[in-house]
């Protein structure tokens, strides 16, 4: 009896085996970016961050902007937002994050992404490469000495 159940068992497990579920699978690689500048204590950096899929195509990923958290402050994000402690993450197409200059020196300003995919062809992307910036904060508001 055991045996009959056991050759039951295996025929059903190659049956739906063979059968299976289709599944798609997509590699694809995206990237971020953002841009860099020279500010003065006081002042503020508006960041944006933007996913894309490989070739340029409009792509919605969750994204990590990461700063110096010395030297920059959290101001405020256009969308909904987590993080705390130098770091921004959410998720769609783009968005702003303004931040203040408090101190001086510089801050690397690093993007992260995952979960991408690729609006008009719904595929998934497998792999997002990041991208760096920096900001250089001046010693004083107006000053251009000090960077």
Known sequence: MKKKIAMMMMALSLTFGAVGVP???????????????????????????KASGPSGEKANATMTLSYDSSVLQFVSCNTTYGGGGGSV????????????????????????????V??????????????????????????????
Do not use: H, P
């Open 23 to 49: 599944q798609t699978v997509f590699a694809a690689s995206g990237s971020t970016s953002v841009s860099s500048g020279s500010v003065n204590i006081g002042d503020t950096v508006t960041v944006t961050v």
């Open 89 to 116: 993450m959410a998720t769609g197409e783009s968005y702003t994050v303004t931040l203040k200059a408090v101190s001086a020196g510089n801050s690397s300003l690093s993007v992260s992404a995952n979960d991408g």
């Open 118 to 147: 690729i609006f008009d062809s719904n595929e998934e992307m497998d792999s997002m490469s990041g991208s760096s910036a920096s900001v250089t904060v001046k010693n004083a508001a107006g000053s251009t000495t000090g960077s």
